[in-house]
């Protein structure tokens, strides 16, 4: 017992020893010196990227230093290019390079059918399913009051345009299922009411708390397949 006790005393010391030196590392750290202010610059722009340390910045600009002048020039025209050419479409709020996206344009779309998603990643989640055959509509967002985001910020009142033509049969709630999808269903809820139109959902193939971009293909295809009325007590 004794020996024991003995071992757990030193495993305890080791770990109080190395907490302490890590602390004093920490505190004694200073960044990595780069020794040009045009490379410092071009790091600086890369890690402000979600996802990029200042590491994998300086990596891909080391790795970019070693490209020719004429791939450099492609590379930045293309992200020039996107930013000026790239638009919303007029009528659902995709990402599109004319003034309708491929999908609405798409004779064989019905648009009677109108899936509701928060942002563009969703429509090429549920667009690599292969199984939804109507069109979409981007938000942009959720309502979400802790970070300031209401329905006035949100594209509500196209969609609610499109109620008023009398042509649309079926809205497909395809918003997360989270407490912000979940209130941004209610509230386009209450809104439709008045409209003469089916208002459904996903199943819950797609998990309670789970992000739609993140669910794998499979899941939502079913989902959608097995989509139910949406009620106000789910």
């Not at 410092?40 to 890690?47: C, G, K, N, P, R």
């Not at 649309?168 to 997360?176: H, M, N, P, R, T």
Request: charged content about 25%; overall charge neutral; aromatic content about 8%.
């Amino acid at each position: 017992m004794q020996a024991f006790q003995k071992t757990k005393n030193q495993k305890v010391t080791k770990l109080i020893t190395f907490a302490f030196w890590w602390i004093c590392r920490m505190i004694n750290f200073s960044p990595m010196k780069i020794p040009s202010k045009y490379i410092d610059e071009a790091v600086d722009q890369l890690s402000s990227l979600p996802g990029i340390g200042k590491k994998t910045a300086l990596r891909l600009v080391l790795q970019m230093l070693n490209r020719s002048e004429s791939e450099i020039e492609r590379f930045s025209q293309s992200f020039i290019e996107m930013k000026q050419k790239v638009k919303k479409c007029s009528s659902c709020g995709n990402i599109s390079d004319a003034e309708l996206c491929t999908i609405c344009e798409n004779p064989a779309r019905d648009p009677s059918q109108i899936c509701v998603v928060e942002d563009i990643r969703d429509v090429m989640a549920l667009e690599s399913t292969n199984y939804f055959k109507g069109i979409y509509h981007v938000l942009g967002g959720i309502i979400s009051p802790m970070d300031g985001i209401g329905p006035a910020d949100l594209n509500i009142s196209t969609l609610l345009q499109k109620l008023e033509t009398g042509e649309v049969k079926e809205i497909i709630f395809a918003l997360s299922a989270n407490m912000e999808g979940d209130t941004t269903n209610f509230y386009l809820y209450k809104k439709m009411a008045p409209y003469d139109v089916a208002i459904t959902c996903l199943s819950r193939g797609v998990a309670i708390g789970t992000e739609l971009q993140y669910a794998d293909e499979l899941t939502l295809g079913r989902s959608l397949i097995n989509r139910q009325p949406f009620k106000l007590n789910e």
